[in-house]
Protein backbone atom coordinates (compact mmCIF):
# COMPACT_ATOMS: atom_id res chain seq x y z
CA UNK A 1 0.00 0.00 0.00
CA UNK A 2 2.93 2.30 -0.98
CA UNK A 3 5.46 3.46 1.43
CA UNK A 4 3.08 5.77 4.07
CA UNK A 5 0.93 2.79 4.96
CA UNK A 6 1.86 -0.81 6.72
CA UNK A 7 -1.44 -2.83 6.95
CA UNK A 8 -1.77 -5.89 8.92
CA UNK A 9 -4.32 -8.36 8.96
CA UNK A 10 -5.57 -10.85 11.72
CA UNK A 11 -7.63 -13.64 12.19
CA UNK A 12 -8.45 -15.58 15.77
CA UNK A 13 -10.51 -18.12 17.20
CA UNK A 14 -10.52 -19.86 20.61
CA UNK A 15 -12.01 -22.53 22.04
CA UNK A 16 -12.82 -23.06 25.79
CA UNK A 17 -13.19 -26.13 27.07
CA UNK A 18 -13.87 -26.93 31.08
CA UNK A 19 -15.45 -30.23 32.77
CA UNK A 20 -15.31 -31.00 36.42
CA UNK A 21 -16.55 -33.95 38.48
CA UNK A 22 -16.60 -34.18 42.05
CA UNK A 23 -14.29 -37.13 43.25
CA UNK A 24 -15.39 -39.59 46.14
CA UNK A 25 -15.23 -38.82 49.85
CA UNK A 26 -16.75 -40.20 53.12
CA UNK A 27 -20.02 -37.94 52.78
CA UNK A 28 -20.44 -39.29 49.19
CA UNK A 29 -18.70 -42.74 48.54
CA UNK A 30 -18.66 -42.22 44.57
CA UNK A 31 -17.58 -39.95 42.00
CA UNK A 32 -20.18 -37.46 40.16
CA UNK A 33 -20.60 -37.59 36.66
CA UNK A 34 -18.80 -34.99 34.73
CA UNK A 35 -20.15 -31.75 33.82
CA UNK A 36 -18.97 -30.01 30.12
CA UNK A 37 -18.93 -26.07 29.75
CA UNK A 38 -17.72 -25.03 26.31
CA UNK A 39 -17.68 -21.59 24.55
CA UNK A 40 -15.72 -20.30 21.43
CA UNK A 41 -14.87 -16.75 20.34
CA UNK A 42 -13.71 -16.03 16.96
CA UNK A 43 -12.16 -12.52 15.93
CA UNK A 44 -11.32 -10.56 12.04
CA UNK A 45 -9.62 -7.42 12.24
CA UNK A 46 -6.86 -5.44 10.28
CA UNK A 47 -4.63 -2.25 11.26
CA UNK A 48 -2.96 0.01 9.40
CA UNK A 49 -0.22 2.63 10.25
CA UNK A 50 -0.15 5.58 8.23
CA UNK A 51 2.70 8.39 8.17
CA UNK A 52 1.64 11.38 6.88
CA UNK A 53 5.17 13.14 8.02
CA UNK A 54 8.67 11.25 9.13
CA UNK A 55 7.77 12.97 12.63
CA UNK A 56 4.19 11.46 12.59
CA UNK A 57 2.40 7.99 12.78
CA UNK A 58 -1.58 7.54 12.74
CA UNK A 59 -2.34 3.70 13.43
CA UNK A 60 -5.77 2.73 13.17
CA UNK A 61 -7.79 -0.66 13.77
CA UNK A 62 -10.63 -2.34 14.11
CA UNK A 63 -12.05 -6.01 14.79
CA UNK A 64 -14.80 -7.60 15.06
CA UNK A 65 -15.46 -10.40 17.58
CA UNK A 66 -18.31 -12.81 18.04
CA UNK A 67 -18.56 -15.18 21.14
CA UNK A 68 -21.36 -17.92 22.28
CA UNK A 69 -21.73 -20.24 25.03
CA UNK A 70 -22.31 -23.56 23.50
CA UNK A 71 -22.93 -25.60 26.06
CA UNK A 72 -23.27 -25.78 30.19
CA UNK A 73 -24.27 -28.18 32.52
CA UNK A 74 -25.42 -28.65 36.07
CA UNK A 75 -26.32 -31.28 38.44
CA UNK A 76 -30.44 -31.32 38.79
CA UNK A 77 -30.76 -33.75 42.40
CA UNK A 78 -28.93 -33.01 45.28
CA UNK A 79 -26.90 -36.79 45.01
CA UNK A 80 -25.50 -34.75 42.15
CA UNK A 81 -26.05 -38.27 40.02
CA UNK A 82 -28.40 -36.55 37.50
CA UNK A 83 -27.60 -33.93 34.64
CA UNK A 84 -29.54 -31.13 33.21
CA UNK A 85 -28.52 -28.12 30.80
CA UNK A 86 -28.29 -24.84 32.07
CA UNK A 87 -28.86 -21.59 30.14
CA UNK A 88 -26.89 -20.37 27.34
CA UNK A 89 -26.94 -16.90 26.31
CA UNK A 90 -27.02 -16.09 22.77
CA UNK A 91 -24.66 -15.16 19.95
CA UNK A 92 -22.72 -11.98 20.73
CA UNK A 93 -20.61 -9.63 18.65
CA UNK A 94 -18.99 -6.68 19.11
CA UNK A 95 -17.25 -3.85 17.20
CA UNK A 96 -13.91 -2.79 18.44
CA UNK A 97 -11.35 0.32 17.09
CA UNK A 98 -8.97 1.97 18.17
CA UNK A 99 -6.68 5.12 16.80
CA UNK A 100 -3.15 6.76 17.98
CA UNK A 101 -0.98 8.99 17.45
CA UNK A 102 2.48 9.06 17.62
CA UNK A 103 4.99 12.04 16.76
CA UNK A 104 8.48 12.53 17.52
CA UNK A 105 9.27 15.59 19.33
CA UNK A 106 13.05 14.76 18.90
CA UNK A 107 15.52 12.14 18.00
CA UNK A 108 14.65 10.96 21.63
CA UNK A 109 10.93 11.85 22.82
CA UNK A 110 8.05 10.65 21.19
CA UNK A 111 4.16 11.73 22.12
CA UNK A 112 1.56 9.80 21.88
CA UNK A 113 -2.19 9.65 22.17
CA UNK A 114 -4.86 7.52 21.74
CA UNK A 115 -8.80 5.94 22.12
CA UNK A 116 -10.04 2.98 21.53
CA UNK A 117 -13.29 0.82 22.08
CA UNK A 118 -12.63 -2.76 23.46
CA UNK A 119 -14.91 -5.86 24.29
CA UNK A 120 -14.19 -7.90 26.93
CA UNK A 121 -16.62 -11.35 26.90
CA UNK A 122 -17.40 -12.70 30.15
CA UNK A 123 -15.35 -16.41 30.49
CA UNK A 124 -17.34 -19.80 31.77
CA UNK A 125 -15.81 -19.40 35.23
CA UNK A 126 -17.14 -15.90 35.95
CA UNK A 127 -20.72 -16.62 34.21
CA UNK A 128 -21.26 -20.22 35.44
CA UNK A 129 -18.96 -21.51 38.16
CA UNK A 130 -20.34 -21.47 42.31
CA UNK A 131 -16.79 -21.19 42.97
CA UNK A 132 -16.57 -23.92 46.06
CA UNK A 133 -19.96 -22.88 47.17
CA UNK A 134 -18.95 -18.73 47.11
CA UNK A 135 -20.74 -17.66 44.41
CA UNK A 136 -24.08 -18.02 42.34
CA UNK A 137 -24.25 -18.94 38.52
CA UNK A 138 -25.38 -15.77 36.68
CA UNK A 139 -26.21 -16.93 32.45
CA UNK A 140 -27.81 -13.69 32.11
CA UNK A 141 -23.90 -11.83 32.26
CA UNK A 142 -23.36 -10.02 29.45
CA UNK A 143 -20.09 -8.65 27.51
CA UNK A 144 -18.66 -5.21 29.04
CA UNK A 145 -17.15 -2.66 26.86
CA UNK A 146 -14.57 0.26 27.50
CA UNK A 147 -13.89 3.08 26.26
CA UNK A 148 -9.83 3.81 26.64
CA UNK A 149 -8.38 7.27 26.17
CA UNK A 150 -4.77 7.44 26.57
CA UNK A 151 -2.28 10.52 26.61
CA UNK A 152 1.43 9.97 27.14
CA UNK A 153 5.07 10.49 26.53
CA UNK A 154 8.54 8.53 26.24
CA UNK A 155 12.11 8.77 25.61
CA UNK A 156 15.47 9.25 26.78
CA UNK A 157 17.15 11.94 28.87
CA UNK A 158 20.21 12.99 30.44
CA UNK A 159 22.63 11.01 28.56
CA UNK A 160 20.78 7.31 28.63
CA UNK A 161 18.42 7.85 31.33
CA UNK A 162 14.99 6.19 29.87
CA UNK A 163 11.59 7.34 31.06
CA UNK A 164 7.91 7.12 30.18
CA UNK A 165 4.78 8.32 31.69
CA UNK A 166 1.40 7.89 30.75
CA UNK A 167 -2.77 9.38 32.07
CA UNK A 168 -5.69 7.13 31.04
CA UNK A 169 -9.28 7.59 31.46
CA UNK A 170 -11.39 4.73 31.00
CA UNK A 171 -15.21 4.19 31.30
CA UNK A 172 -16.53 0.55 31.21
CA UNK A 173 -19.92 0.11 30.19
CA UNK A 174 -22.07 -3.04 31.76
CA UNK A 175 -19.01 -3.38 33.68
CA UNK A 176 -18.30 -6.85 35.44
CA UNK A 177 -17.85 -6.77 39.01
CA UNK A 178 -18.01 -9.93 41.42
CA UNK A 179 -20.56 -8.17 43.84
CA UNK A 180 -21.24 -9.28 47.34
CA UNK A 181 -24.89 -11.08 47.87
CA UNK A 182 -27.19 -10.84 51.10
CA UNK A 183 -25.22 -14.13 52.06
CA UNK A 184 -22.44 -13.46 53.87
CA UNK A 185 -19.30 -14.70 51.95
CA UNK A 186 -21.78 -15.32 48.78
CA UNK A 187 -20.92 -13.27 45.49
CA UNK A 188 -21.94 -13.32 41.73
CA UNK A 189 -20.90 -11.96 39.02
CA UNK A 190 -22.86 -9.18 37.43
CA UNK A 191 -22.86 -6.66 35.43
CA UNK A 192 -22.93 -3.00 37.55
CA UNK A 193 -23.57 0.15 35.15
CA UNK A 194 -20.67 2.58 34.11
CA UNK A 195 -17.51 1.99 35.78
CA UNK A 196 -14.78 4.20 35.63
CA UNK A 197 -10.83 4.04 35.95
CA UNK A 198 -8.73 7.26 36.17
CA UNK A 199 -5.02 6.83 36.57
CA UNK A 200 -1.23 7.46 35.26
CA UNK A 201 1.56 5.44 35.32
CA UNK A 202 5.61 6.87 35.56
CA UNK A 203 8.53 4.62 34.64
CA UNK A 204 12.08 5.30 34.70
CA UNK A 205 15.03 3.36 33.97
CA UNK A 206 18.80 4.38 34.30
CA UNK A 207 22.03 2.68 33.59
CA UNK A 208 24.91 3.28 36.74
CA UNK A 209 28.54 2.18 34.89
CA UNK A 210 28.32 -0.61 33.10
CA UNK A 211 27.53 -3.44 35.55
CA UNK A 212 24.21 -1.47 37.04
CA UNK A 213 21.07 -0.55 35.89
CA UNK A 214 18.34 0.98 38.40
CA UNK A 215 14.41 1.26 37.86
CA UNK A 216 11.26 2.93 39.37
CA UNK A 217 7.71 2.14 38.67
CA UNK A 218 4.98 3.92 40.01
CA UNK A 219 1.08 3.65 38.85
CA UNK A 220 -2.12 5.44 40.54
CA UNK A 221 -5.64 4.36 39.92
CA UNK A 222 -9.00 5.93 41.07
CA UNK A 223 -11.26 3.38 40.23
CA UNK A 224 -15.20 3.54 40.70
CA UNK A 225 -18.46 1.44 39.94
CA UNK A 226 -21.35 2.77 38.00
CA UNK A 227 -23.78 1.06 40.85
CA UNK A 228 -24.90 3.03 43.95
CA UNK A 229 -23.25 1.59 47.19
CA UNK A 230 -20.72 -0.57 45.15
CA UNK A 231 -16.56 0.28 45.72
CA UNK A 232 -14.34 -1.55 43.23
CA UNK A 233 -12.37 -4.49 43.94
CA UNK A 234 -9.19 -5.43 43.28
CA UNK A 235 -8.17 -1.76 43.01
CA UNK A 236 -5.11 -0.46 44.94
CA UNK A 237 -4.98 3.34 44.54
CA UNK A 238 -1.24 3.09 44.95
CA UNK A 239 1.39 0.31 43.04
CA UNK A 240 4.98 0.91 43.24
CA UNK A 241 8.03 -1.04 41.85
CA UNK A 242 11.56 -0.25 42.95
CA UNK A 243 14.36 -2.27 41.22
CA UNK A 244 18.03 -3.18 41.00
CA UNK A 245 20.22 -4.98 38.72
CA UNK A 246 24.06 -6.52 38.62
CA UNK A 247 25.28 -7.51 35.49
CA UNK A 248 28.84 -9.25 36.28
CA UNK A 249 29.19 -10.39 32.81
CA UNK A 250 27.28 -10.99 29.66
CA UNK A 251 26.08 -14.23 30.67
CA UNK A 252 24.74 -13.47 34.52
CA UNK A 253 22.09 -11.28 35.76
CA UNK A 254 21.71 -10.83 39.23
CA UNK A 255 18.22 -8.69 40.30
CA UNK A 256 16.26 -7.49 43.41
CA UNK A 257 12.79 -5.86 43.45
CA UNK A 258 11.13 -4.28 46.06
CA UNK A 259 6.89 -4.29 45.59
CA UNK A 260 4.53 -2.37 47.08
CA UNK A 261 0.79 -1.61 47.25
CA UNK A 262 -1.77 0.11 49.18
CA UNK A 263 -4.95 -1.12 50.45
CA UNK A 264 -7.80 -2.27 48.38
CA UNK A 265 -11.36 -3.66 48.58
CA UNK A 266 -11.61 -7.24 48.33
CA UNK A 267 -15.55 -7.11 48.24
CA UNK A 268 -17.92 -4.88 46.60
CA UNK A 269 -19.65 -4.09 49.74
CA UNK A 270 -16.76 -2.71 51.34
CA UNK A 271 -16.52 -4.81 54.73
CA UNK A 272 -13.95 -7.06 53.70
CA UNK A 273 -10.60 -4.87 53.14
CA UNK A 274 -7.03 -6.03 53.25
CA UNK A 275 -4.01 -3.88 53.83
CA UNK A 276 -1.19 -2.93 51.81
CA UNK A 277 1.48 -4.60 51.76
CA UNK A 278 5.64 -4.76 50.64
CA UNK A 279 7.39 -7.42 49.75
CA UNK A 280 11.02 -8.50 48.02
CA UNK A 281 11.59 -10.53 45.22
CA UNK A 282 15.00 -11.97 44.25
CA UNK A 283 16.36 -13.44 40.47
CA UNK A 284 18.99 -14.94 39.23
CA UNK A 285 19.36 -15.59 35.32
CA UNK A 286 22.75 -17.24 34.27
CA UNK A 287 22.77 -18.41 30.65
CA UNK A 288 24.41 -21.62 30.27
CA UNK A 289 24.96 -21.87 26.81
CA UNK A 290 23.79 -19.83 24.13
CA UNK A 291 20.43 -21.82 23.67
CA UNK A 292 20.50 -22.87 27.58
CA UNK A 293 19.46 -20.40 30.33
CA UNK A 294 19.40 -20.94 33.79
CA UNK A 295 15.67 -18.85 35.83
CA UNK A 296 16.31 -18.95 39.89
CA UNK A 297 13.21 -16.97 41.42
CA UNK A 298 13.13 -16.31 45.52
CA UNK A 299 9.92 -14.59 45.74
CA UNK A 300 8.49 -13.11 48.88
CA UNK A 301 12.24 -13.38 49.96
CA UNK A 302 11.42 -12.37 53.77
CA UNK A 303 8.57 -13.97 53.94
CA UNK A 304 6.01 -11.61 54.09
CA UNK A 305 2.24 -12.59 55.50
CA UNK A 306 -0.33 -10.61 52.94
CA UNK A 307 -2.79 -10.91 51.41
CA UNK A 308 -5.20 -9.94 47.87
CA UNK A 309 -7.98 -11.18 49.13
CA UNK A 310 -9.31 -11.13 52.85
CA UNK A 311 -8.95 -14.77 54.09
CA UNK A 312 -6.51 -15.82 51.70
CA UNK A 313 -3.15 -15.56 52.53
CA UNK A 314 -0.62 -15.39 49.59
CA UNK A 315 2.57 -17.71 49.05
CA UNK A 316 5.69 -16.91 52.05
CA UNK A 317 9.10 -17.64 50.99
CA UNK A 318 9.06 -19.43 47.65
CA UNK A 319 11.94 -20.49 45.49
CA UNK A 320 11.81 -21.41 41.69
CA UNK A 321 13.94 -22.50 39.52
CA UNK A 322 13.86 -23.22 35.72
CA UNK A 323 15.78 -23.95 32.95
CA UNK A 324 14.85 -23.11 29.32
CA UNK A 325 16.00 -23.85 26.05
CA UNK A 326 15.24 -22.20 22.87
CA UNK A 327 15.32 -24.24 19.74
Known sequence: ???QNFLKLGLFYKQD?????NLATQAQPYQTPWLHFEAHTYALGFENAYKPTTADTLTFGYRRDEHRFDQAEQYTNKAQTQIGPMPTSPRVGANNAQIVWRHKLSAHTELRAGIGQKTR??????VYSYRLGQAIPNPALGPEQALNREVGVSGVMLGGVKYDAAVYWDSIKDAIESVATSTPGIS????????TNKGLDLSVQASIGNAWIASVAYSYLDAT???PGLVATNAPRHWADLGVSWLPGDATTLSAHVQAASSRQTTTDGKQPVAGFTVVNLRWTQRLAPRLTL???LNNAF???????EGFPMPGRELRVQLQYKL
Not at 17 to 21: A, F, G
Not at 121 to 126: D, L, Q
Not at 188 to 195: D, I
Open 17 to 21: VHRES
Open 295 to 297: YTN
Open 225 to 227: LGA
Open 1 to 3: MGT
Open 188 to 195: QAQNVGTA
Open 303 to 309: DRNYQLS
Open 121 to 126: FPSIKE
